[in-house]
């Protein structure tokens, strides 16, 4: 969820926007009805994130979410061209 917030009341409450932004809340400031700036708050690292470093690096950019567990109902359906694995591996014992 994005807030607007003109510069003069973001400087009169900074603690608060901050704090706003802590908690995964972007703050887009304002000069005039522009956007100038967007403040985006950087999360704590998770206990997961020294074990997937690359996985944290995309989290910490803010070109992915991921709260650590595995993904649940992720399926990938592949099209169904050809013979599968498995029956390749049975013809190669004949």
Do not use: C
């Not at 944290?56 to 992720?74: C, D, I, Y």
């Amino acid at each position: 969820m994005t807030i607007s917030v003109g510069i003069r009341a973001f400087k009169s409450r900074l603690s608060h926007y901050l704090a706003k932004a802590r908690r995964g809340q972007r703050i887009e400031i304002t000069s005039h009805r522009k956007v100038i700036a967007r403040v985006v708050g950087l999360p704590e690292e998770p206990v997961w994130a020294k074990r997937h470093p690359g996985m944290w690096r995309l989290v910490q950019s803010g070109q992915a979410t991921w709260n650590g567990e595995k993904p649940k109902f992720a399926r990938i359906k592949l099209p169904g061209r050809g013979k599968t694995i498995s029956e390749m591996a049975l013809e190669d014992r004949d």
